[in-house]
C-alpha cells in the first residue's frame, strides 16, 4: 500500500477519536435531530426521498446519515476504519437505516457492487486524492443510467492563498497538479485545532479544469457549475460567520471563490 495513503488512513483515524467530541461536528446536535447538510446541497439536489445515494468520503457518516433523515437509501463509504466503525454504531444508535463500506475510492468496486441513482461527495475531499481519472471513472461505475453525481467542494483557486488574504494577497501553494503531494505539518486537525495533537498528511492539488475534465472523460454530462464567495468553515483569521452560516472575508468578500458545486449525469 501507497506510503502517503498510510499515512492519510492513520491520520484520519486519529482524526475520527477527535471529531466525535468535537463542536464542529456536533454530534451530541446530530443526535437530537439537528442536520449537518446545508442550503447550497439541499437547494441544488433538491428531493431524494426513495432514491439510492452513495456518499463518498463520507468520514463518520454524520452526512450520510442525514440524507437518510431526508429519505434516502444510502450507503457511505470511508477508508478509515474507524470512521465507518463510529457510522455504523451511530446508524444502529439511532435506528436510521444505511450501509457503510471501509474502502479507499480507486478498489471500491472490488468490495462494493451495485449502482445508484445519485453519487454525492462533498466539503475538502479532492485533495485527499491523488488520480482524479480513476476518481471519475469508479462515480460512473456506480451511476445508473440516467442517474447524477453531484459534490460541493472548497474551490481549489483559494486554496493557493495565504492566511493573511485581507492585508496582502499572496500566492503560497500551486494550483495546478503535481505527482508528488504537498507534506503537511500542522496542530490537531480542521475540526479540533486545539486537540494538541501534531498532524503530518498529504495532498494532492487538482484545478477545476481536472475535476470537470476527469468527470467527462468518464463519460458523464457536466449540467452545472457553481462557484461561491463563502465559506463552509472559516479559512482564513479574519473570515466572519454570518446569519446563514456561511463564513465570509470581512474586508475583501466577494473577491475570492471558496466553494464550487457540480452535476453531471450519466447518460441513459
Known amino acids: ?41 439541499l437547494e441544488e439536489l433538491g428531493n431524494v426521498a426513495g432514491k439510492s445515494l452513495l456518499h463518498l468520503q463520507c468520514h463518520f457518516g454524520l452526512d450520510t446519515l442525514a440524507w ?7 450507503t457511505g463509504v470511508d477508508f478509515s476504519e474507524r ?30 457492487s451495485g449502482q ?18 480513476r476518481w471519475g471513472e469508479v462515480i460512473a461505475h456506480y451511476l445508473k443510467p440516467g442517474g447524477i453525481f453531484y459534490m460541493v467542494e472548497d474551490h481549489p483557486g483559494m486554496r493557493i492563498f495565504t492566511a493573511d488574504v485581507e ?28 486537540s494538541g495533537e501534531q498532524s503530518i498528511f498529504y495532498i494532492w492539488n487538482h484545478g477545476l479544469g481536472d475535476v470537470v475534465n476527469a468527470l467527462i472523460g468518464a463519460g ?7 462557484e461561491f464567495p463563502y465559506a463552509a468553515r472559516a479559512k482564513f483569521p479574519s473570515m466572519y460567520r454570518g446569519d446563514d452560516n456561511w463564513w465570509r472575508l ?12 457540480l452535476q453531471a449525469r450519466k447518460p441513459s
Open 167 to 194: 492585508t496582502e494577497i499572496r500566492v503560497a501553494n500551486p494550483y495546478f497538479f503535481a505527482e508528488e503531494p504537498q507534506r503537511v505539518e500542522s496542530e490537531g486537525s480542521y475540526a479540533a485545532p486545539d
Open 220 to 226: 458523464l454530462c457536466l449540467e452545472f457549475l457553481h
Open 68 to 74: 437518510a433523515r431526508r429519505g434516502a437509501i444510502v
Open 116 to 133: 445508484f441513482d445519485i453519487v454525492f461527495t462533498s466539503y475538502g475531499v479532492l485533495h485527499w486524492l491523488h488520480d482524479l481519472r
Open 83 to 112: 470512521s465507518i466503525t463510529l457510522a455504523r454504531s451511530l446508524s444502529q444508535e439511532l435506528n436510521i437505516p444505511a450501509d457503510f463500506c471501509c474502502s479507499d475510492i480507486d478498489h471500491l468496486p472490488d468490495v462494493l
Open 250 to 261: 470581512t474586508r475583501q468578500h466577494g473577491k475570492i471563490p471558496f466553494l464550487f458545486s
Open 1 to 41: 500500500m501507497d506510503e502517503h495513503f498510510q499515512v492519510n488512513r492513520q491520520i484520519w483515524n486519529s482524526w475520527t477519536v477527535q471529531h466525535e467530541q468535537s463542536p464542529f461536528y456536533d454530534l451530541a446536535g446530530f443526535k437530537a435531530g439537528k442536520d449537518r447538510l446545508r442550503s447550497i446541497e
